[in-house]
């Protein structure tokens, strides 16, 4: 089954190819890449060709299913799992993801390893897909009647199926009728705010001011912003969430202007096996991220360079985290575990 | 009188020419420019060629001085003066310099309004290059220990005469012996701390690390930055401080961390006739700045952008303002008045 594509999907699956947009190059260029197995799949998550931790669960159940088709058998596939989960440590949804498509091939007949894999990494697809969904069809309730966001990286089409978790939500609320303005702060260093969320939301037509990230402070201590909603990469079992390193700072600034901060995720981001944020491995990338902007060198050589990609927010700055099951609020050990029992309980 | 040179300065002076280095293309390329008079020391400050609240003063005090000296009389004298002083609205010292060379030119016989004028303006180089060289001097006093610092923007030798006044702090410190390490935010949209900041520092010798703006929190919650030490633009009666935009948010940052956040900056910066910093007016700059990195579009078009220079920070996150004549700590409404009373004082 190939899953329906949505308004600029950043991955397209016809069965046997996996085929995404380079993330690397917005918005100056549309360009598209063919995936065909573990290793390429494994290179086009690192380089951040296809990010967002839904998506590069999607990606990597693909990358694993097209490595299994090619190279059946127990030895590659243990081989081919391990390269795709460890392409980059934060996200938990590429670890789990990689192993509910291992579990399936495993658990086939070796005849039928390929399609097992290929089904389960289908499942995935469609089941981030439809988390998109339920969030943005809420998308207006969640915001309550406030209209002026604050976003911080990209949670949206390009970093899930669908239409995305933060993105989600105000495309939800757009679609409604809600005149929602988003400030997309741009995101440094890859600038994911100024490529992908401002490139995502004038695409739909939605009213967006980019911003630098230091802009949001002025922005709320003068009453322009009602709300926050971001994206996550994690959430441990009591609501710390790591996300796009800023996204801390984001929920610092908020805190001081009243201006509500939300996390909107879907349930596969939520790892209860991780007890709180200090256990969420931090992945540091390459200073080249820091120092250039493509190939403009924009620090001088000498100067050394710290590039974690994520930070941890701690849930005490968080109102709610907004999933396709509902909306979790504070004690979060409790209502985390609810909602993932919740889930389990109605899949199994 | 030329003033003497100090390592890497910003501009020359000969008598007759303003020789600046151009901002706009570090660290890339140290390209100097010569001005000639008003108009175009004006343009080299508006496209930030020249930049630095106390730089500009004397920037502006010189472009005033050079067109006095090409047109003399009192016509040409107040046409010159309204443009300088009108090139950037949000540093005090640009206005103030200014004044003090047109209130000099005018107070002269017509025919040593010239030499009157660049008197002056030499005067007002030489108080900044004292000013610096007094913060400079007790540095390691100032940091009372603490080594590990932050920097946001450049408030150093390319934004003042001398060593700068955050930067300064620094460099007496390192001078005194003190190992101080220095992480300098990248501060979008210009990237002053990237491309300027860290030059300067890097080739100094001091240990530098490039960071962008949202990776201090994080620092701070590890434990990893004793101080915060920035500049400013202008300093309102109560200890308001405009600084570049991005300022604000390190100072909620580190209130939250506990980390000391401290301004340097010249009693030049300090205007009392401002009660606050509701009353400081904030420049709103082309968005092109954030849109753009030379000439790589880094936003999409259709997205709206928003890009104020400047942001206050208020007195009450503020542990002290560290001037040429010693630190004012709150109540900034007393002691800055002390403090400016105190230079009044000793220059009459």
Redesign the interface.
Known sequence: MAVAARAHPALRWDGRVLAILDQTLL??REHWVELEGAADTTAAIRRLAVRGAPLIGIAAAYGLAMEVARRPGPGPLAEAAALLAGARPTAVNLGRAVERVRAAALAAEPAGMAAAARAEAERIHAEEDAASAAIAAHGADWLAGRRRLVTHCNAGALATAGYGTALGVIRGAAERGKRVAV??D?T??F?QG??LT??E??RDGI?????????????M?DGRIDIVVVGADRIAANGDTANK??T??VA??AR?HRVPFYVAAPVSTIDLDTPDGGRIPIEERD?RE??H??N?????????????AF??TPHALIAGIITERGIARAPYSESLAAIVGRSLASST
């Open positions: 918005p100056a400030f997309a741009e440094r260093p600038l100024a490529r401002a490139w939301l004038v009213e967006t001011t980019v911003i630098t990230e230091s802009m949001a402070a002025p922005l201590r390193v800023g801390y700072t610092l600034v001081e200073g820091v120092t902007v493509k403009i060198r924009i620090a001088p050589e000498g100067a050394k360079v710290y590039n974690p930070d941890v």
